[in-house]
Every structure is written in structure tokens, then in C-alpha cells.
């Protein structure tokens, strides 16, 4: 049974930090590159970053870039965002989903707000 469990969303004001994680169960972790995805309020969800399983390159959307930070830990079956100089259109709620599997966890919500 295929398990994506998205945690450290919050409520952080414009400027801050915050790191996310997934973690991920019933399928072999490290062959899989890994998307992180967002929802803002009254959009559609939207990709936000890939990191590759075979050498963890990474890409990100351009409105991310140079802001956030996606890594994994294969040891650990995780998946993390770092997501530095918060804003308020960052606010949405973040899901993580391997690639070639249509499965979608829970999401945790990240609130940007002052």
C-alpha cells in the first residue's frame, strides 16, 4: 500500500523559513525521482520541483528558483523542501508524489501571512 506522508507545514510570516517533508512507503523509494506540487486557494495544483532518483538532479519552477531547495534521503525514504524568503503567494497546501505513481497524499498547508 503506496503511503506519501507530507509534514512541517505552519503559519510563518514573509521572509521566514520553513522545511518540508514526505515520507514515502509501499514502493521502492530510490528508483522513483520525486515531485513536490502545490495548491494555492482557488487554483489548480501546480508543479513546484523534481529531484531524479538516478543522480538527484534537481529543477524547479521559476517562481521557486533560487528560493527553495529539493532533496532526498533514500535511507530514510524521504523527500524534503526547504523553502527559504517566504512569500505570500508560496501559501498553499504542498504535496509530494513519485513519479510513474498516480497516488497523492494528505498535503500540509503552508501559510504565508504577516
Known amino acids: 500500500q503506496v503511503q506519501l506522508v507530507e509534514s512541517g507545514g505552519g503559519t510563518v510570516q514573509p521572509g521566514e523559513s520553513r522545511k518540508l517533508s514526505c515520507w514515502a512507503s509501499g514502493f521502492s523509494f530510490g528508483p522513483h525521482g520525486m515531485y513536490w506540487y502545490r495548491r494555492a486557494p482557488g487554483k489548480e495544483r501546480e508543479w513546484v520541483a523534481t529531484?531524479?532518483?538516478?543522480?538527484?538532479?534537481?529543477v524547479y519552477h521559476a517562481s521557486v528558483k533560487g528560493r527553495f531547495i529539493i532533496s532526498r534521503d533514500n535511507a530514510k525514504n524521504t523527500v524534503y523542501l526547504q523553502m527559504d524568503n517566504l512569500r505570500a503567494d508560496d501559501t498553499a497546501v504542498y504535496y509530494c508524489?513519485?513519479?510513474?505513481?498516480?497516488?497523492w497524499g494528505q498535503g500540509t498547508q503552508v501559510t504565508v501571512s504577516s
Open positions: 508524489k513519485a513519479r510513474d505513481l498516480d497516488f
Open positions: 529531484v531524479r532518483s538516478m543522480d538527484s538532479s534537481v
